[in-house]
């Protein structure tokens, strides 16, 4: 007997994947924490074998390291992975015996030089699954910008290896064979990925432009290289870590979970290295924060833009976080790299207003108010902080686009002399990036929080009389 199962994660949109046959089991592309897979293992009675890597991913940080010491699990990765810790090399073609059935290992370069497909060949023989990793997604394929090196390995030659790779390892297998992925819409590993978590290989083959069955090379290297976006900032040092090493998760979480008083809280905000993350909601933290904090709040992509906005993969944070929530924050930070989280704050924001504590608000409005400044002030100063794709798609009419992503780069764009309305799809990026500008002394601004379906769904009645705003 066999069992797949996908853990998938949504605010990392990743999928990690636990298989077992006959009291063992492996795991695939595992998260940081380790304890779901180990509870796993003894709900089913079974021993954790393998723990196989598709290759050194970059936008979160592996828990293979922390999982093969508790299991006694051998690491595997493809070929050309080379690590600081002991690992097993599965050469090209390599099968691994896992209870009744077997996973055979193809090494599918381009992504990155190491990136590996696993195939799962059940008990009868028949291919049925391949784990792909960030080779192939549904509707889409990794992007081949991450692993390049000057000089040695260019983006082209990365995408050439990727189309060899799909042509001639995975297409080749049968139509029926199951597609499961590490990641789905909302990662940065691609950029046309689908909202599905699995798919089979026929079907990929029909809807997925890059396995188009008449795609040239060329065309398919000019097609997956267009239109990428520069990777965050974290992915490297992601990457690295999964290569040298890393904290086990156990120590990052004791030394996060420190409550601190408001009194102690206060003397670490006083030091330079130390910075204060607000992960309240959005609402909550325009009506009242500390001075100095930044807000990324943990109902929304919180991990991918922690390593987004906060440069510094080693920086000191402490936290304000809704009471209960406060270990939840620690381990989300640490699946990036995040591992310095020295505190929280105790009693969480209401501790801090109890003891009289200094407060700051953000002048925040909504969709009503949003509309009615466009009416009457067509010329107003709009900034929207959605993606340049979000952008260029539809946007508000004489809106300039300024994109969170980038704001550390563009933020001398930025006049403080001039009043500005700063906007995106939810007011979720609008009040990270009110943050950061308010804590490097710019408060010039009004916080929209409205959806963009607001703008584009408005009709004159609300807005007065007026054109489109959209364009």
Same mark, same amino acid.
């Given at each position: 007997?066999?069992?797949?199962?996908?853990?998938?994660?949504?605010?990392?949109?990743?999928?990690?994947?636990?298989?077992?046959?006959?009291?063992?089991?492996?795991?695939?592309?595992?998260?940081?924490?380790?304890?779901?897979?180990?509870?796993?293992?003894?709900?089913?009675?079974?021993?954790?074998?393998?723990?196989?890597?598709?290759?050194?991913?970059?936008?979160?940080?592996?828990?293979?390291?922390?999982?093969?010491?508790?299991?006694?699990?051998?690491?595997?990765?493809?070929?050309?992975?080379?690590?600081?810790?002991?690992?097993?090399?599965?050469?090209?073609?390599?099968?691994?015996?896992?209870?009744?059935?077997?996973?055979?290992?193809?090494?599918?370069?381009?992504?990155?030089?190491?990136?590996?497909?696993?195939?799962?060949?059940?008990?009868?023989?028949?291919?049925?699954?391949?784990?792909?990793?960030?080779?192939?997604?549904?509707?889409?394929?990794?992007?081949?910008?991450?692993?390049?090196?000057?000089?040695?390995?260019?983006?082209?030659?990365?995408?050439?290896?990727?189309?060899?790779?799909?042509?001639?390892?995975?297409?080749?297998?049968?139509?029926?064979?199951?597609?499961?992925?590490?990641?789905?819409?909302?990662?940065?590993?691609?950029?046309?990925?689908?909202?599905?978590?699995?798919?089979?290989?026929?079907?990929?083959?029909?809807?997925?432009?890059?396995?188009?069955?008449?795609?040239?090379?060329?065309?398919?290297?000019?097609?997956?290289?267009?239109?990428?976006?520069?990777?965050?900032?974290?992915?490297?040092?992601?990457?690295?870590?999964?290569?040298?090493?890393?904290?086990?998760?156990?120590?990052?979480?004791?030394?996060?979970?420190?409550?601190?008083?408001?009194?102690?809280?206060?003397?670490?905000?006083?030091?330079?290295?130390?910075? /204060? =993350? !607000? %992960? $309240?909601?959005?609402?909550? *933290?325009?009506?009242?924060?500390?001075? @100095?904090?930044?807000?990324?709040? &943990? +109902?929304?992509?919180?991990?991918?833009?922690?390593?987004?906005?906060?440069?510094?993969?080693?920086?000191?944070?402490?936290?304000?976080?809704?009471?209960?929530?406060?270990?939840?924050?620690?381990?989300?930070?640490?699946?990036?790299?995040?591992?310095?989280?020295?505190?929280?704050?105790?009693?969480?924001?209401?501790?801090?207003?109890?003891?009289?504590?200094?407060?700051?608000?953000?002048?925040?409005?909504?969709?009503?108010?949003?509309?009615?400044?466009?009416?009457?002030?067509?010329?107003?100063? /709009? =900034? !929207? %902080? $959605?993606?340049?794709?979000? *952008?260029?798609?539809?946007?508000?009419? @004489?809106?300039?686009?300024?994109? &969170? +992503?980038?704001?550390?780069?563009?933020?001398?764009?930025?006049?403080?002399?001039?009043?500005?309305?700063?906007?995106?799809?939810?007011?979720?990026?609008?009040?990270?990036?009110?943050?950061?500008?308010?804590?490097?002394?710019?408060?010039?601004?009004?916080?929209?929080?409205?959806?963009?379906?607001?703008?584009?769904?408005?009709?004159?009645?609300?807005?007065?009389?007026?054109?489109?705003?959209?364009?």
């Amino acid at each position: 007997m066999k069992e797949i199962e996908q853990i998938y994660t949504n605010c990392l949109a990743q999928g990690a994947y636990f298989i077992e046959s006959n009291g063992e089991a492996a795991v695939i592309d595992p998260l940081r924490e380790t304890q779901p897979y180990l509870d796993r293992a003894e709900k089913l009675g079974v021993k954790i074998k393998y723990i196989f890597e598709t290759h050194f991913h970059a936008d979160f940080v592996s828990g293979h390291l922390d999982l093969a010491k508790k299991t006694g699990a051998t690491i595997i990765y493809g070929p050309k992975a080379d690590t600081n810790y002991d690992i097993h090399n599965a050469a090209d073609g390599e099968e691994f015996k896992i209870g009744n059935i077997k996973i055979r290992a193809i090494h599918t370069p381009g992504h990155t030089p190491e990136s590996t497909t696993y195939l799962l060949i059940d008990e009868d023989g028949k291919e049925t699954a391949i784990f792909t990793g960030d080779t192939l997604f549904i509707g889409d394929v990794g992007r081949p910008d991450l692993a390049q090196k000057n000089g040695e390995i260019s983006v082209e030659d990365l995408a050439g290896w990727l189309f060899d790779s799909l042509r001639n390892k995975i297409m080749v297998l049968p139509d029926d064979v199951i597609v499961y992925p590490a990641h789905g819409q909302g990662s940065s590993c691609g950029k046309n990925m689908s909202s599905e978590t699995w798919s089979t290989l026929g079907e990929q083959k029909i809807s997925n432009y890059a396995l188009r069955a008449d795609m040239t090379k060329e065309e398919f290297i000019k097609e997956v290289t267009d239109g990428l976006q520069a990777p965050p900032q974290y992915f490297p040092k992601n990457a690295k870590l999964n290569k040298i090493g890393y904290d086990s998760f156990d120590e990052v979480m004791e030394r996060g979970n420190q409550a601190l008083s408001v009194r102690d809280f206060s003397l670490l905000a006083e030091q330079d290295d130390v910075l /204060i =993350l !607000d %992960v $309240r909601s959005k609402e909550d *933290f325009v009506n009242a924060y500390i001075s @100095g904090s930044w807000f990324i709040g &943990l +109902d929304g992509s919180f991990a991918p833009w922690v390593g987004t906005m906060i440069n510094d993969i080693a920086q000191k944070i402490i936290l304000v976080a809704p009471v209960g929530r406060e270990l939840e924050t620690i381990k989300r930070l640490s699946r990036v790299g995040y591992d310095n989280t020295i505190g929280y704050l105790e009693g969480g924001f209401k501790s801090w207003q109890k003891a009289g504590g200094e407060i700051q608000k953000i002048e925040t409005i909504g969709s009503n108010e949003f509309l009615k400044v466009l009416r009457d002030n067509p010329t107003v100063k /709009i =900034l !929207d %902080v $959605r993606k340049p794709g979000e *952008f260029n798609t539809k946007h508000v009419k @004489g809106a300039k686009n300024f994109a &969170l +992503d980038f704001i550390h780069d563009n933020i001398s764009e930025f006049d403080g002399n001039t009043k500005y309305y700063i906007h995106c799809r939810s007011g979720y990026r609008s009040t990270v990036a009110a943050s950061i500008l308010l804590d490097k002394g710019y408060d010039n601004f009004i916080n929209v929080q409205a959806a963009f379906t607001d703008f584009e769904n408005t009709d004159c009645e609300l807005a007065g009389s007026c054109p489109s705003l959209i364009q």
